[in-house]
C-alpha cells in the first residue's frame, strides 16, 4: 500500500504545549509517502522503534527537505505515520476510521517518544488528524479553523536546527535558572491560552496579536537558554510585518527551519526583499485537510519521488 502523511507549522503553543497549555498547529500539503511494495534501506529510529522487527516500508520525504537540510515541517513525524499507517493499511484498516487513528497516534506517538527522549506529540497528531487543530497534551485533538480573512505566508530559513537539542538547552535552564526558566514558560502559557481563545473566537486580530508576542516570548526564552530559538534579525523584520497588521514568528520550537507571516494580505514586496536579504526563501505549500491516508494513485507517488 502506498499511504501519505502531512507536515505541519506549529503556529502558537511551542514549548508551552508541554506544560498542558493548547498548540494551534496547521497540516501542510508537503509531507512523506510510505510503499509498503518496496523496502526502506534503512528505518528512521522512531520507524524502528514502531515497527520492531516489521519491515520498513519505504519512505520518500523529499519535499520536506532542501538537499540534506531538513525544512522543519514535522518530517521525522510524517515519515513514522505514513509508515505506520502502510502497515495498517495492508491489514485492510480504513485510515479515516476514528478508531484506527486513535490507535495510529498511539503507537507513534510512543515510537516517536522513545526515539527522541520525549515530546508533546504534536507533530504526530496533526500527520495523522490533517487541518488545522487545538491540540492539547493527554486529550483528544480538536478541530479548529483559523480566523477568516487571513493570509498564511510561509518561508523557509537560512539555518536548521533539531527539536530534541533546542529542548535540551531549555530544559537545562530550568536546572540553571528556574527562576528564570519559570517566568519564561508562564509567560508562554498564557499566549497559547489567549491564542486558543482567539482562534474559538474568530478573532483575527487577537490572534495575530497572540502570534506576535508569541515571536517575542520565543525570542526571551532563547536569549534566557542561550540558544538562538529565533535567529538574529528577526526582530526587524517582525516589526516591518507589524506595520503590515501581520505577524512574523519561527514555527514550533524554532531555531532556524521555518517562518511564518500572517496577516490580513500577503506580505510586501518590501517585506519580501528584506526577507530575501535575511536568507529567507518562500515555500509553496498549502493547507492539508484528511490528514494520513492512501496515496491516490502510483502515478502520484512516483511524481513525488
Known amino acids: 500500500m502506498r499511504t501519505f502523511a502531512p507536515g505541519k507549522l506549529v503556529l502558537t503553543g511551542a514549548y508551552a504545549v508541554l506544560e498542558g497549555a493548547p498548540a494551534i498547529v496547521v497540516a501542510v500539503s508537503r509531507g512523506a509517502y510510505a510503499d509498503s511494495s518496496r523496502t526502506a534501506l ?4 522512531e520507524v524502528a522503534a514502531a515497527l520492531g522487527e516489521r519491515t520498513a516500508p519505504h519512505v520518500d520525504a523529499s519535499s520536506m527537505f532542501v538537499g540534506a537540510r531538513k525544512l522543519g515541517l514535522g518530517a521525522s513525524a510524517a515519515i513514522l505515520v505514513a509508515s505506520v499507517a502502510a502497515h495498517e493499511a495492508d491489514a485492510g484498516a480504513d485510515l479515516a476510521s476514528p478508531s484506527v487513528r486513535e490507535r495510529l497516534f498511539a503507537v507513534a506517538q510512543g515510537a516517536h517518544a522513545h526515539a527522541q527522549g520525549g515530546g508533546s506529540g504534536v507533530d504526530v497528531a496533526t500527520s495523522v488528524h490533517g487541518g488545522v487543530i487545538q491540540y492539547v497534551m ?4 480538536k478541530r479548529v479553523a483559523l480566523p477568516e480573512g487571513l493570509h498564511v505566508h510561509v518561508f523557509a530559513c537560512g539555518t536548521s536546527a533539531r527539536t530534541s537539542e533546542l529542548r535540551a538547552e531549555v530544559d537545562r535552564l530550568a536546572h540553571t535558572n528556574a527562576g528564570a526558566h519559570r517566568a519564561c514558560m508562564d509567560d508562554l502559557v498564557v499566549i497559547a491560552n489567549d491564542s486558543a481563545r482567539a482562534i474559538e473566537a474568530g478573532g483575527a486580530t487577537a490572534f495575530v496579536e497572540g502570534l506576535r508576542r508569541t515571536a517575542r516570548a520565543l525570542a526571551r526564552l532563547g536569549e534566557a537558554a542561550g540558544v538562538g530559538i529565533v535567529p538574529a534579525g528577526f526582530d526587524a523584520l517582525e516589526a516591518l510585518a507589524a506595520s503590515e497588521d501581520a505577524s512574523l514568528s519561527v514555527s514550533g520550537a524554532g531555531g532556524g527551519d521555518v517562518a511564518v507571516y500572517v496577516g490580513p494580505s500577503a506580505p510586501s514586496p ?5 526577507a530575501h536579504a535575511l536568507g529567507l526563501f518562500s515555500l509553496d505549500l498549502s493547507l492539508d485537510n484528511k490528514g494520513v491516508r492512501l496515496a491516490p494513485d502510483a502515478t502520484a507517488f512516483a511524481a513525488a519521488s
Open 42 to 45: 534503512s528505518a528512521t529510529p
Open 138 to 141: 493527554g486529550q483528544p485533538v
Open 270 to 274: 518590501t517585506f519580501l526583499e528584506r
